[in-house]
């Protein structure tokens, strides 16, 4: 069993900087065995890629909308995942969710994850 939950959402300005965590953790849980990532789902639409890490953080991919906006990153020594959101902008608006999956490498498919975190709430005004 593994357990994700998702720290750090809220309102911000557009322009504005946001830091996402997400702290893992289960009896089964081994960081450096397990690739992350970041999805994010707006109001009415799809969940959607945002970005993503393989296990020992050599290997990181973004969506082309926050390529050069977001870093993702993990500390494998405190079983933490984060998600640095520079430059925001409204359409950035959304519900984060924290993934890890059973493989060491990165994915940018929804489905190729094994464990998903409730979700924190971003919301970016203009």
């Known amino acids: 069993q593994v357990q994700l939950v998702e720290s750090g959402g809220g309102l911000v300005q557009a322009g504005g900087s946001l830091r996402l965590s997400c702290a893992a953790s289960g009896r089964t849980f081994n960081s450096y065995s397990m690739g992350m990532g970041w999805f994010r789902q707006a109001p009415g639409k799809e969940r959607e890629f945002v970005a993503t890490?393989?296990?020992?953080?050599?290997?990181?991919i973004y969506a082309d909308s926050v390529k050069g906006r977001f870093t993702i990153s993990r500390d494998n020594s405190k079983n933490t995942a984060s998600l640095q959101m520079n430059s925001l902008k409204p359409e950035d608006t959304a519900v984060y969710y924290c993934?890890?999956?059973?493989?060491?490498?990165?994915?940018?498919?929804?489905?190729?994850?094994?464990?998903w975190g409730q979700g924190t709430q971003v919301t970016v005004s203009s």
């Open positions: 993934a890890g999956r059973r493989s060491a490498g990165p994915s940018t498919t929804e489905n190729f994850y094994d464990y």
């Open positions: 890490i393989n296990a020992n953080g050599g290997t990181t």
